[in-house]
């Protein structure tokens, strides 16, 4: 009987100490993952990939194979657009969201709850969006907001990436 409780009393112990040691290894791996992210954004030199995005009229659209770049002060935006149009241009079929503005105001700061709030605004007339604004959580999601001047606002929400690393041509 003593034996039984003591071997009982082992297997218990062992599986505390193999959970433990998992949690640990999981943390550890979250905190990399932070200081990554952490890096990423303060060297303003990264990839937005959205896996939804949310309309005004409350829809929310699954995508994929787009993105949105920042390189220093260049902003590459390849994104949809789902919404209404107060003004336009007759017979535009390209996206507003698909441009690139060499001329950026990027404003970062830290938020609530270790996010961190960034606003980037095209200081380039041509361009209709206005503003992004977009919240970073310290394991790299992020929520995308974008204000138009002649358009309804629309919103993403997807995770922060390295830019890929572009392959030299022989």
């Not at 270790?114 to 209709?128: C, G, H, L, V």
């Amino acid at each position: 009987m003593k034996s039984q409780t003591a071997l009982l009393l082992l297997i218990i112990l062992s599986c505390i100490s193999i959970r433990s040691g998992s949690l640990t290894t999981a943390t550890e791996g979250q905190s990399a993952k932070e200081t990554d992210v952490q890096k990423l954004l303060k060297s303003r030199t990264y990839r937005f990939v959205p896996q939804s995005v949310q309309t005004q009229t409350g829809r929310s659209i699954q995508i994929n194979n787009y993105s949105l770049e920042i390189r220093n002060d260049t902003l590459v935006s390849h994104l949809p657009y789902y919404g209404k149009a107060y003004s336009g241009s007759v017979g535009a079929t390209d996206s507003p969201l698909d441009f690139k503005a060499t001329n950026i105001k990027y404003t970062s700061e830290a938020g609530k709850k270790d996010r961190t709030q960034i606003n980037i605004r095209p200081e380039d007339p041509k361009i209709d969006a206005q503003e992004f604004s977009m919240s970073v959580s310290s394991s790299g999601y992020a929520n995308l907001s974008v204000q138009f001047n002649n358009r309804q606002p629309v919103s993403f929400y997807g995770e922060i990436s390295s830019l890929p690393v572009k392959k030299k041509r022989n």
